[in-house]
């Protein structure tokens, strides 16, 4: 299978070519050129297997040049009851628990991993994808992360041979919890580097480093972003193990799924399998009040504000969308020329118009929600009370959006994107209880911490990179 960038310009590649490289050189996403279709026989098969079986019949279906060999052990290492236990009870049974609510509400609980959110699934797997792909060569990896993408990814590289990593996030904007997750990992493939400033300040610092070819080729950077294809592969296979499970159990054609939403990763993940099949009907995204994506999909117009609002949902405090552009290249039939120029608007103009193509995304399904911090708190407390279930801020946002667009009857699914005690202090101010923690974290904020402050400054995170690597 080829993968191509959304910008059009940048050599095609294989599955293993996109993990290494990350952002194409043209400063695209990379897509396979041809969504592959699951037939309806597949889709029933997926129905009666456990998660890592449809884990390795996605995987194959996108990386048909990795033996298939490599790619069952893999899978058995990540999606195993080891690696994901929910951390609270001990209950491993499954490694994707889909807990049913009241109302026809379904949660995806896909945030049992090390560092409690969800992005523990795809990076673990990326983490041992690398380590394959790279064959004893060495990488560094750059990242930027609102939070929850640095811990997990801290933890997928931990002890994967030849790996390093330089991860960038906001100094004092993510929960004190996360900030511990990553910095308290003293090691020496493990460099946290803390900017004065945004996450979004933090990714074009990021992306800034990757468009300078030649020193991405000297110092073999590699990202885990959800830029990074392999990660959107591997979140596909929520959608698609859960949607077929669900309409197996509840004997419907079908299911709604609504998310919380920050870059686009996870959405697009669930665009893409109901691209390749799956039963999805109506697919919501729900931001916070950094509402860009819920404004271009009321307005057709892509314009990230300057300022970023502090909200309860800090992985969601996010103004420019990165995976938009691969929704962009699938809404325009991959018409690169399109993409290009948009995303020249995009850095001349500060902004783009979509207003041609907000029809097609209505007829496959596809809107958007805003939610306050007021109804995201007032969604936590109701469904406590409801359901005796705590939800983090972040859940609750896509939680509240799916109360807005449940129907009667169409279970609606929403994925758990984070544990509650993450986020601590929100969940006990709205909920008067405390969310418990697992032993493995009690007490991590007071662990000795390393990490590099600096400004945003492609230049001196470069520094960092040419000392350390
Ligand atoms: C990353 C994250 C999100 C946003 O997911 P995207 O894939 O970036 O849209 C939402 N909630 C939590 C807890 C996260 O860590």
Not at 266 to 282: E, H
Request: glycine share 8%; hydrophobic share 40%.
């Amino acid at each position: 299978m080829n993968y191509i960038s959304t910008r059009g310009f940048a050599d095609k590649t294989n599955f293993s070519g996109t993990v290494l490289t990350g952002l194409a050189s043209d400063g695209g996403l990379f897509m396979p050129s041809r969504i592959p279709v699951f037939s309806e026989a597949n889709l029933r098969a997926f129905s009666r297997m456990n998660c890592a079986d449809v884990a390795f019949c996605v995987l194959r279906a996108f990386a048909p040049e990795i033996a298939t060999r490599a790619i069952r052990k893999m899978i058995q290492e990540v999606y195993n009851p080891r690696v994901f236990t929910n951390a609270i009870d001990g209950n491993n049974s499954a490694v994707m628990p889909i807990r049913e609510l009241s109302k026809d509400r379904y949660l995806l609980e896909i945030s049992n991993g090390p560092t409690l959110s969800f992005k523990d699934v795809a990076l673990q797997l990326l983490g041992l994808l690398f380590e394959y792909v790279l064959c004893g060569k060495s990488l560094n990896i750059l990242g930027a992360t609102s939070g929850d993408t640095g811990s997990a990814a801290i933890h997928g590289v931990l002890g994967r041979k030849g790996i390093k990593i330089f991860m960038l996030h906001p100094l004092g904007r993510t929960s004190p919890l996360q900030a511990a997750q990553m910095c308290s990992v003293i090691s020496d493939q493990v460099f946290n580097i803390a900017i004065h400033g945004t996450f979004d300040d933090g990714q074009a610092v990021v992306k800034s480093i990757f468009g300078d070819a030649e020193f991405k080729q000297k110092y073999n950077l590699g990202a885990v972003n959800s830029i990074n294809w392999a990660r959107v592969a591997a979140q596909v296979v929520y959608y698609i193990y859960a949607s077929t499970h669900v309409v197996k159990d509840v004997r419907r054609d079908f299911v709604d799924v609504a998310i919380g939403a920050g870059n686009f990763g996870n959405t697009i993940s669930c665009i893409i399998a109901k691209r390749m099949g799956a039963p999805i009907r109506y697919i919501t995204a729900a931001t916070n009040s950094n509402d860009m994506l819920h404004r271009v999909t009321q307005t057709g117009i892509y314009r990230p504000s300057k300022e970023v609002i502090v909200t309860a949902s800090p992985s969601m405090d996010i103004q420019g969308a990165s995976n938009f552009e691969r929704y962009v290249h699938l809404l325009t039939n991959g018409d690169s020329e399109r993409v290009r120029t948009l995303y020249d608007n995009l850095k001349h103009e500060g902004e783009y118009d979509i207003s041609d193509l907000l029809q097609t995304m209505r007829d496959e399904g596809f809107s958007s929600e805003r939610v306050s911090e007021g109804e995201c708190f007032q969604t936590m407390q109701d469904v406590y009370k409801s359901d005796d279930y705590m939800l983090d801020p972040h859940t609750s946002v896509g939680v509240c959006a799916a109360n807005r667009k449940r129907e009667d009857g169409v279970p609606i699914l929403i994925p758990v994107t984070a544990q509650p005690c993450k986020f601590d202090i929100d969940v006990e101010k709205n909920l008067g209880v405390k969310a418990p923690r697992p032993a493995s974290l009690v007490g991590i904020e007071d662990l000795p911490q390393k990490y590099i402050e600096v400004d945003p400054d492609p230049q001196k995170v470069k520094e960092i990179i040419e000392m350390n690597a």
